[in-house]
């Protein structure tokens, strides 16, 4: 059996809707999962949209149909493949998911993290909000530790619906409420079959990885 490690930062919900279908999707597929959140750095990160993280953060531990633990180095250890979940701040990934990789360091020195296959997925305010850039900021990591970087690519028709179309990695965007300043739970029903098939696409190749190297 391949396992699959699900690791994602979501500040008002959206990655978390997107980790959840890529968790259900490996799940299906006959893999071991386990869906993981990266703790916060500081509450005062979180301050300008603080309504809409509490109520993310409440989903995550206890309103949620599943339990999402910590995630831990340990994590990507034991994992054959890594989806990657992270909003963008900047065109980059956002500040817990970096804190949490700058912890890596220990495990890449061993070689615990080369040949695994890798693949991310984001979700920004508007369309052109560096979507592209953000995923890219995780490959760059990837490149470093020697992994095997997935992307969906144009490879199903899914990934070409209106609301996709990023062959990098899926992308949502959340677009903006009345309220300036406060972003909305606006992921679509395609968002969640792309980044689906997204996941079974990273552990089809984890799999013959798998199989290739233990020849």
Do not use: C
């Not at 809707?17 to 509450?43: D, P, T, Y």
């Not at 493949?81 to 980059?92: E, F, K, L, Q």
């Not at 693949?119 to 995780?138: A, I, K, M, P, Y």
């Not at 020697?146 to 062959?167: E, F």
């Amino acid at each position: 059996m391949t396992n699959v490690a699900i690791v994602y930062y979501s500040a008002t919900g959206n990655i978390h809707k997107l980790a959840v279908a890529a968790a259900e999707a490996a799940e299906k597929a006959g893999a071991q999962v386990r869906l993981r959140r990266v703790a916060e750095i500081q509450e005062a990160t979180i301050a300008p949209n603080f309504a809409e993280w509490t109520e993310a953060f409440q989903e995550h531990v206890g309103g949620s149909s599943r339990e999402v633990e910590i995630a831990t180095q340990d994590d990507l250890d034991w994992a054959d493949a890594v989806i990657w979940g992270t909003p963008g701040r900047y065109g980059a990934m956002a500040g817990p998911l970096k804190h949490f990789i700058d912890q890596t360091f220990e495990l890449h020195a061993r070689g615990g993290l080369k040949n695994k296959a890798m693949s991310s997925f984001t979700s920004t305010g508007t369309q052109h909000g560096g979507q592209e850039s953000t995923v890219l900021s995780l490959s760059n990591v990837f490149y470093h530790w020697g992994a095997i970087i997935v992307p969906p690519g144009v490879t199903d028709p899914i990934m070409v619906a209106p609301s996709n179309g990023n062959p990098y990695g899926v992308s949502a965007t959340s677009g903006l409420q009345a309220v300036p300043g406060l972003l909305a739970q606006n992921v679509t029903e395609d968002n969640l079959k792309a980044v689906g098939y997204q996941t079974v696409r990273t552990l089809q190749v984890a799999e013959a990885l798998k199989q290739g190297l233990n020849k």
